[in-house]
């Protein structure tokens, strides 16, 4: 099947009881088992449920894996990645993460004695230094938040499996409609469901998927012992976004390179981070293992420092000043104190995250309405 026919149809069947086209919420904690263990597969819903059984199965659909984890939260599928590692272990992952996974990793997973290595990943072999026999996981975003860096999933994937690493990519940015991490290689793909898969802002769930059965058994064993699993309301909100998945990704990307146009060569902009962009690093493989470059642009402000670039970030009406991104509304973050204020100065300032730096999520608005408000805003 093609993606939006799994879209819409992946993980679901009518209703057994009643023939409901749509699947149900299934607002139950516990199941009733005619004996002890003689059950239809569900016992009790912090394990399994059906609503997210459905939508499991639906994402994983999406990502050409064979299975599929929600979480209550992109942290918590990040969470129950890190807790399949041991005290002594080492992970190698990119130098422009997401705050929160910057922040996960070394303010709680550190402390469990678990070392991490922040690279630049734009070239595969730069980790090969990195790599000892306490190595065990390469966690990468591609593109990276906010500075849309690229790395080539298929040329780490030769690099993870010469030394039986795990391969985590964190396909958050571009959807499972621009991208599939296994394909190219990847063992397990993380989602932060919030964003593009739900895609109305009105949800936080995370989402896992694998292709390998022993990370499944190790994964899953998490999942439930520690419990990070949404429930069937959120699940049944999701697999009701994710059916217009295709439709508002294909509309992400027309308005996302409308945008970056526009402000390319804006008198405002010292710096444009968009990876449809020929001059941008990286460009030949996200061109190659991507099939659209999405809706994020940053900017990064000429000449403006903290106080001007919070002028400018306040002046908007149809972009939404707010954390988060992937939504069909359009939203503009300020990354140095929102998104990435968990990442020490110096550390950001490395990789671009400066004060002057602005994310766009382009939404799905007309393409009219969001240039004339960009034009408003930088005035
Ligand atoms: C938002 C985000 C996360 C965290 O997901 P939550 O659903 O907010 O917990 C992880 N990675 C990326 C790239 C994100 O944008």
């Known amino acids: 099947m093609k993606f939006g026919t799994k879209a819409i149809h992946a993980g679901q069947h009518p209703d057994p009881t009643t023939g409901a086209v749509m699947t149900p919420i ?84 550190a402390n469990y004695g678990i070392k991490f290595h922040f690279l630049d990943l734009s070239k595969p072999e730069n980790i090969l230094p990195y790599v000892n026999e306490h190595t065990k996981m390469v966690w990468v975003e591609t593109p990276t938040n906010p500075t849309m860096q690229i790395v080539d999933i298929a040329g780490l994937a030769k690099f993870t499996k010469a ?17 599939n991490p296994i394909d190219l290689g990847a063992d397990i793909v993380m989602h932060s469901v919030t964003k593009y898969i739900a895609g109305h802002s009105d949800v936080v769930m995370g989402a896992l998927v694998t292709n390998n059965k022993e990370l499944y058994d190790k994964l899953w064993f998490v999942y439930n012992a520690c419990g990070a699993t949404p429930g069937p309301q959120d699940s049944f909100l999701v697999l009701r976004g994710i059916k217009t998945l295709h439709l508002r990704m294909q509309a992400h990307c027309i308005n996302g390179e409308k945008v970056a146009r526009y402000l390319k060569n804006h008198p405002k902009i010292d710096k444009i981070y968009w990876p449809g962009f020929e001059d941008h690093p990286n460009h030949n493989v996200a061109k190659k293992q991507m099939r659209g470059f999405g809706g994020m642009v940053s900017i990064s402000l000429k000449d403006a420092d903290l106080a001007e670039t919070f002028r400018i970030a306040s002046n908007f009406k149809v972009f939404t000043l707010a954390e988060s991104l992937g939504g069909v509304e359009s939203l503009v ?14 550390e950001r300032e490395k990789v671009g995250v400066t004060d002057s730096l602005l994310r766009l999520s382009v939404g799905v608005e007309d393409i009219e309405d969001l240039i004339q408000d960009l034009e408003n805003a930088l005035k």
């Open 333 to 346: 973050n300020h990354p140095a104190s929102m998104t990435h204020g968990s990442i020490p100065k110096e």
């Open 163 to 179: 030394h039986d690493l795990v391969f985590v990519v964190d396909n958050t940015f571009a959807s499972p409609y621009l991208q």
């Open 26 to 109: 299934y607002q139950t904690s516990t199941y009733w088992q005619k004996s002890p263990g003689d059950n239809k597969g569900y016992e009790y819903s912090r394990g399994t449920n059906p609503t997210r059984k459905a939508l499991e199965d639906c994402i994983a659909a999406l990502e050409n894996g064979t299975y599929g984890l929600a979480f209550s939260s992109g942290m918590a599928a990040t969470d129950a990645v890190m807790k399949m590692l041991q005290p002594g272990d080492e992970v190698i992952t990119g130098n422009d993460l997401y705050g929160g996974s910057y922040r996960i990793f070394t303010k709680v997973f």
